[in-house]
């Protein structure tokens, strides 16, 4: 389970995901969850508006390197 947090409104969504969606590219997988993340180079690394907690850009690696990274699964957006 993904937790999906956001600082503005202090809310929480949760995201199942299927062991086959762990090679999808962060950015897309939030995205196909209607998940809204902003990226003005549409996930070819350039604009870094997709930024999560520690700096991350979501475009930057796959769902699986996300949860390796981050074992506990919350992603912190400051918008939600």
Do not use: H
Not at 38 to 45: Q, V
Not at 54 to 69: I, P, Q
């Amino acid at each position: 389970m993904i937790e999906v947090y956001g600082r503005a409104s202090k809310t929480s969504k949760f995201l199942s995901y299927q062991d086959e969606e762990l090679d999808i590219n962060l950015l897309d997988w939030l995205r196909s969850r209607e998940i809204t993340i902003a990226s003005s180079c549409d996930g070819e690394r350039v604009c870094r508006k997709c930024i999560i907690q520690n700096g991350w850009a979501t475009c930057e690696f796959t769902l699986k390197t996300f949860l390796e990274r981050e074992p506990d699964g919350k992603i912190v957006v400051d918008y939600l």
